[in-house]
């Protein structure tokens, strides 16, 4: 596949992510931050948000099978997943965080454990999302192309 | 961003966040806009940063420093997260207040939640803006006036006086003439010009602010509408 034809491809790729709704902009705002002198910015700070989900995450599944749940601190780790989501664009998981939030305030363990499952599931689509952009952008990189700068116009 | 190719001046901005994704992003847009940084994970640690260390019983110590300098390493500005456990943005923000080496140090205020009482309680106590998270470059250009402002005080004026301050007793003169106007310093046309162009985050604010009276407790906030 020639560069132009991996250009369009990635183009269409992240206009999916975007309408979707998986990625919102924060994202173009972090690969704003990208820069020849920064040019693993964006994979270091979604690799970052990645290790810190994943160990939330299984900090959330332990709290939530104890005997006698613990909200605040649940809470307090879903305040944590949902600010990371945020700073990375990741519109689905955030929005999962927010209504995790919400079922924590009533206290519903059921409802808790639903959203938990839900918030597991939008972590895994958009590392698989991310992971198949990045490798596409690999693929353009080692062609000799360039990255696409993206605008929101939709 | 665009005054950067003139400026010979790099400005030290201290930023405060326990999250490590938070402290890359804020790093890396202030370092786009030409600001050298510092980055801590925790308010205690930077009051240590700035010089300002506690003692075991908690009574501050005063900086160990030369009275000419303000603190150990020259800060223009500290950006902190409002959510941190134990020290949170807020406490940080009133300890740098109540120093008398370090309340000129502007401080700015980031949070993911936009909880009005929470932003005009952080606005009485100091804070020149309030940012919500996650921050964008657009941001950062409002920082500017209130680093500029400090920083032109510090040459021209040794001791601790603060300009607004003049200004605001230059306005209570006038207040005695008209008793409908604001006790509170005109920003530059400039300044009120970029506030015009806030994003809704600002606005949100605003609207939940504006039934009230502005009184002289409060900042030379700008953004919040002059009007009476």
């Known amino acids: ?154 | 961003m665009g005054m950067a190719a003139t400026e010979s001046q790099q400005f030290h901005v201290l930023a405060v966040d326990d999250s490590l994704i938070d402290r890359k992003l804020i790093e890396r847009l202030l370092r786009t806009s030409s600001y050298q940084v510092t980055t801590v994970d925790s308010g205690t640690k930077a009051l240590e940063f700035l010089g300002l260390r506690e003692n075991h019983d908690g009574t501050p110590n005063t900086p160990s420093v030369s009275p000419n300098n303000h603190q150990e390493v020259e800060v223009n500005m500290v950006i902190t997260d409002y959510c941190m456990p134990g020290m949170t943005g807020y406490d940080l923000l009133k300890k740098i207040k109540e120093s008398s080496s370090l309340r000129n140090i502007p401080v700015v205020i980031m949070s993911s939640e936009n909880v009005p009482s929470r932003i005009s309680r952080c606005l009485e106590e100091g804070a020149e803006e309030f940012f919500l998270k996650p921050v964008r470059l657009s941001d950062l250009n409002r920082l500017k006036p209130h680093i500029m402002k400090r920083s032109k005080l510090k040459d021209e004026d040794q001791k601790q006086q603060v300009i607004p301050e003049k200004i605001e007793n230059l306005l209570e003169v006038q207040k005695q003439h008209q008793p409908q106007e604001e006790a509170q310093p005109q920003p530059p046309l400039e300044q009120q010009q970029q506030n015009n162009n806030n994003s809704n985050k600002r606005k949100s604010m605003e609207q939940s602010l504006s039934p009230e009276p502005t009184d002289r407790t409060r900042p030379r906030y700008s953004g919040i509408a002059t009007v009476v």
């Open chain 1, 1 to 154: 596949m020639e560069v132009g034809q991996m250009q369009r491809q990635w183009l269409d790729y992240t206009r999916s992510l975007f309408i979707e709704g998986f990625l919102d902009g924060q994202f173009l705002q972090l690969e704003q931050l990208q820069d020849d002198n920064n040019p693993d910015f964006v994979v270091e700070v979604v690799s970052l948000f990645f290790q810190d989900s994943h160990k939330l995450l299984n900090d959330l599944t332990i709290a939530l099978d104890q005997k006698s749940v613990d909200f605040k601190k649940i809470d307090a780790h879903v305040h944590q997943l949902k600010g990371s989501s945020s700073s990375i664009g990741a519109q689905r998981v955030k929005n999962c965080c927010i209504a995790f939030r919400n079922f924590c305030e009533e206290q519903n363990t059921d409802a808790c454990l639903k959203c938990l499952h839900q918030v597991k599931q939008e972590c895994c689509l958009v590392k698989n999302k991310l992971e198949t952009l990045f490798r596409l952008e690999q693929q353009i990189m080692a062609a000799g192309g360039s990255i696409p700068m993206m605008e929101l116009s939709f």
